[in-house]
T-cell receptor, first 113, second 115 residues
Framework: DQQVKQNSPSLSVQEGRISILNCDYTNSMFDYFLWYKKYPAEGPTFLISISSIKDKNEDGRFTVFLNKSAKHLSLHIVPSQPGDSAVYFCAAREDNYGQNFVFGPGTRLSVLP | DGGITQSPKYLFRKEGQNVTLSCEQNLNHDAMYWYRQDPGQGLRLIYYSQIVNDFQKGDIAEGYSVSREKKESFPLTVTSAQKNPTAFYLC??????????????FGEGSWLTVV
């Protein structure tokens, strides 16, 4: 039973437009969420995070939105660039449950020139 | 340069053999992790360790073993009992504290192929 879900396996967006990647979770004890970007045959790199006490966090072209009541978060990339083409993983952590980070299955983003 | 180093990058194993993947970090992180990624799939936790000489099984620990004798090192042994070992293996580490805000950092990964 997946606790972190990314229901879109892939997404294609035109360069310069907005990319929106979605993530849903089932465990209400999760209180910290992260997004990672991964290129083939490389380790994931950290992009942005959000604590459950916030509903938005912004870093340059990347913004993460959190809707706790809906158990939903999204990553917005504006404007999208061809170099953003990668697999994006959503991850969640339960504060009092050790240090276990739970990852979603990932969404492959393709930014078309 | 601070970071997480995994070796080897590519490893071929004959069926029935045990192999060990190395993971070293110089970030002074307390917690270390091993994940497995299969083609087209997400990351699944194999083992993690929050402190030296202690580790816990993750979701798919069967057929794997780990040790944590030093803070910097968390080697993973893929034993012959692991039925489907061909995958991309990722080592990671993080600071341990109870408040939100810590981040998990990954190495570059190791490809293991059974021939």
């Amino acid at each position: 039973d997946q606790q972190v879900k990314q229901n879109s396996p892939s997404l294609s967006v035109q360069e310069g437009r907005i990319s929106i990647l979605n993530c849903d979770y089932t465990n209400s004890m999760f209180d910290y969420f992260l997004w990672y970007k991964k290129y083939p045959a490389e380790g994931p790199t950290f992009l942005i995070s959000i604590s459950s006490i916030k509903d938005k966090n912004e870093d340059g072209r990347f913004t993460v939105f959190l809707n706790k009541s809906a158990k939903h978060l999204s990553l917005h990339i504006v404007p999208s660039q061809p170099g953003d083409s990668a697999v994006y993983f959503c991850a969640a952590r339960e504060d009092n449950y050790g240090q276990n980070f739970v990852f979603g299955p990932g969404t492959r983003l393709s930014v078309l020139p | 340069d601070g970071g997480i180093t995994q070796s080897p990058k590519y490893l071929f194993r004959k069926e029935g053999q045990n192999v060990t993947l190395s993971c070293e970090q110089n970030l002074n992180h307390d917690a270390m992790y091993w994940y497995r990624q299969d083609p087209g799939q997400g990351l699944r936790l194999i083992y993690y360790s929050q402190i030296v000489n202690d580790f816990q099984k993750g979701d798919i620990a069967e057929g794997y073993s780990v040790s944590r004798e030093k803070k910097e090192s968390f080697p993973l042994t893929v034993t012959s009992a692991q039925k489907n070992p061909t995958a991309f293996y990722l080592c990671a580490s993080s600071i341990v504290h109870t408040k939100p805000g810590n981040t998990i950092y990954f190495g570059e990964g190791s490809w293991l192929t059974v021939v």
